[in-house]
């Protein structure tokens, strides 16, 4: 166990932590969402991820992604691994350059306990709950992000039990309601909490084995 992950056992317990540890979180797209969503993981004491992108990191990205400007031009999940590393550097990271289509996603998933939905593209959001909703991965998807204002407007909402959405369901970003960091940011955050508190409460249910 490193410092880091005795930190975070200060306040999960060496247990709970291991059982974190274990499960394997997909991320499609690791943009303002998907890169956000993993270092909350990350700092909650997810260990193992599969970091899907097929981007590289813009200028304009650096609003509200979890980038620094010297890695501008890198593949963005090359760099956002060197990020999460930098926090917890024994971390498993399955990293692919891949353009992500419902196609291939049920492949590239199948072996994740968890999926991230972080796409921009309605059409592969729709693509993805369809895929993985018959299994029993948990799915975090996400509608309704853009702007300013209101941010309370943007909740987690159980549609499955393994299926929740995290927006306001109305406000896509847009050029009149730009992504920005802090409704992006709190969405990825709800995000990752949806995935913490179901993992941490699954540890409850089976007695923590």
Same mark, same amino acid.
């Given at each position: 166990?490193n410092?880091t992950?005795?930190g975070i056992?200060?306040y999960? !317990?060496?247990? %709970?932590?291991a059982?974190? =540890? $274990?499960v394997?979180?997909?991320?499609? !797209?690791v !943009?303002?969402?998907?890169?956000?969503c993993?270092m909350h993981l990350?700092?909650s004491?997810?260990?193992?991820?599969v970091?899907?992108?097929? /981007?590289?990191?813009?200028?304009s990205n650096l #609003?509200r992604?979890?980038?620094?400007?010297?890695q501008?031009? =890198?593949?963005k999940?090359? *760099?956002l691994s060197k990020?999460?590393?930098a926090? #917890?550097p024994d971390l498993?990271?399955d990293?692919?350059?891949? &353009? @992500?289509?419902p +196609? #291939?996603?049920g492949?590239?998933?199948?072996?994740? /306990?968890?999926?991230?939905? *972080?796409?921009d =593209?309605?059409?592969?959001?729709?693509?993805?709950?369809?895929?993985f909703l018959?299994?029993d991965k948990l799915?975090v998807?996400?509608?309704?992000i853009g702007?300013?204002g209101n941010? /309370?407007a943007?909740?987690? %909402?159980?549609?499955?039990?393994?299926?929740?959405?995290i927006? &306001?369901?109305?406000?896509?970003c847009?050029?009149?309601?730009?992504p920005?960091?802090?409704k @992006? *940011?709190?969405a990825?955050? $709800?995000?990752a /909490?949806?995935?913490?508190s179901?993992?941490?409460?699954k540890?409850?249910? +089976?007695g923590?084995?």
């Amino acid at each position: 166990m490193n410092l880091t992950e005795q930190g975070i056992a200060v306040y999960l !317990g060496e247990e %709970r932590l291991a059982f974190l =540890q $274990k499960v394997t979180v997909g991320i499609a !797209g690791v !943009g303002g969402l998907g890169s956000n969503c993993a270092m909350h993981l990350v700092r909650s004491g997810f260990k193992r991820f599969v970091l899907i992108d097929f /981007d590289r990191v813009d200028e304009s990205n650096l #609003n509200r992604q979890a980038y620094q400007l010297d890695q501008v031009g =890198q593949f963005k999940v090359m *760099a956002l691994s060197k990020n999460l590393r930098a926090v #917890n550097p024994d971390l498993n990271l399955d990293v692919r350059t891949v &353009d @992500v289509t419902p +196609e #291939n996603m049920g492949a590239i998933f199948m072996d994740c /306990d968890v999926v991230i939905e *972080a796409f921009d =593209q309605p059409l592969f959001k729709k693509a993805l709950v369809e895929t993985f909703l018959p299994t029993d991965k948990l799915i975090v998807a996400a509608s309704g992000i853009g702007g300013t204002g209101n941010a /309370d407007a943007i909740v987690t %909402r159980k549609v499955r039990d393994n299926f929740y959405m995290i927006g &306001d369901m109305e406000t896509e970003c847009s050029t009149e309601n730009p992504p920005l960091s802090p409704k @992006v *940011a709190i969405a990825a955050a $709800k995000q990752a /909490d949806v995935v913490l508190s179901h993992y941490l409460d699954k540890f409850e249910r +089976e007695g923590g084995a």
